[in-house]
């Protein structure tokens, strides 16, 4: 089965907790105005109840997940990621991406 890049970026959570390289869980995501299960990849064993961010699809309904904070109050904290405000003169957008080269 073909990439599902509609579930990239989507918060879920595990409804079986992941066992890292050992196997995986499943994340339930809401997606394409209802909500799926897929199964779950992760670097390190999540578990059930855990809030997850789908990072890629590997296809056949799976898909690369990592531990994710949600919080309105709160920047997300992942690792490697930078916070670019938009110039308010021109733009209020707030975006989140892994730096490509030094600021």
Same mark, same amino acid.
């Given at each position: 089965? #073909?990439? *599902? +890049? #509609?579930?990239?970026?989507?918060?879920?959570?595990?409804? =079986? @907790?992941?066992? $890292?390289?050992?196997?995986? @869980?499943? =994340?339930? !995501?809401? !997606?394409?105005? $209802?909500? +799926?299960?897929? &199964? #779950?990849?992760?670097?390190?064993?999540?578990?059930? $109840?855990?809030?997850? %961010?789908? !990072?890629?699809?590997? $296809? *056949?309904?799976?898909? *690369?997940? !990592?531990?994710? +904070? *949600?919080? %309105?109050?709160?920047?997300?904290?992942?690792?490697? &990621?930078?916070?670019?405000?938009?110039? +308010?003169?021109?733009?209020?957008?707030? =975006?989140?991406?892994?730096?490509?080269?030094?600021?």
């Amino acid at each position: 089965m #073909a990439r *599902d +890049e #509609a579930c990239i970026g989507r918060v879920g959570v595990l409804t =079986v @907790g992941t066992r $890292g390289g050992d196997g995986p @869980g499943e =994340v339930h !995501i809401k !997606i394409r105005g $209802g909500s +799926e299960t897929f &199964l #779950a990849w992760s670097e390190k064993p999540l578990p059930r $109840g855990a809030t997850v %961010l789908v !990072i890629e699809s590997r $296809g *056949d309904r799976a898909v *690369d997940v !990592i531990e994710w +904070e *949600d919080s %309105l109050d709160d920047i997300p904290r992942n690792p490697g &990621l930078q916070l670019f405000l938009g110039d +308010e003169r021109r733009c209020s957008v707030t =975006v989140y991406r892994h730096p490509t080269r030094p600021c």
